[in-house]
């Protein structure tokens, strides 16, 4: 099986950064991507980025693209979302996602979720 656990959340001002990590374990050989998601009160999880473990292929939502960025460590086995620009409406509690391969025949990963709050 794999986990992820997120780190890195916390409380930041409008305009400000922050860098929010998900370190995975377990069969990680078997990790496809590893992404992030997020979830903000009374409104549906959407996506904020994905980057492939096989050749590094970046998917932004809409509305992160230009100022998150995300990257991994594969030695690490760690993914990173900096977060640049933040605005209120980025507040939510922020998902790590690890997709793994069909032929490991495992099921995919969730973190619990870190919160992200923003201050005007």
């Known amino acids: 099986q794999v986990q992820v656990e997120e780190s890195g959340g916390g409380l930041v001002q409008a305009g400000g950064s922050l860098r929010v990590s998900c370190v995975a374990s377990?069969?990680?050989?078997?990790?496809?991507?590893m992404g992030w998601y997020r979830q903000a009160p009374g409104k549906e999880r959407e996506l904020v980025a994905v980057?492939?473990?096989?050749?590094?292929?970046?998917d932004y939502g809409d509305s992160m693209k230009g100022r998150f960025t995300i990257s991994r460590d594969q030695a690490k086995n760690t993914a990173y979302l900096q977060m640049n620009g933040l605005k209120p409406e980025d507040t939510a509690v922020y998902y790590c996602?690890?997709?793994?391969?069909?032929?490991?025949?495992?099921?995919?990963?969730w973190g619990q979720g870190t919160l992200v709050t923003v201050s005007s």
């Open positions: 996602n690890a997709d793994v391969l069909d032929w490991c025949q495992i099921l995919g990963a």
């Open positions: 377990g069969d990680t050989i078997c990790i496809a991507s």
């Open positions: 980057i492939s473990s096989i050749n590094d292929d970046i």
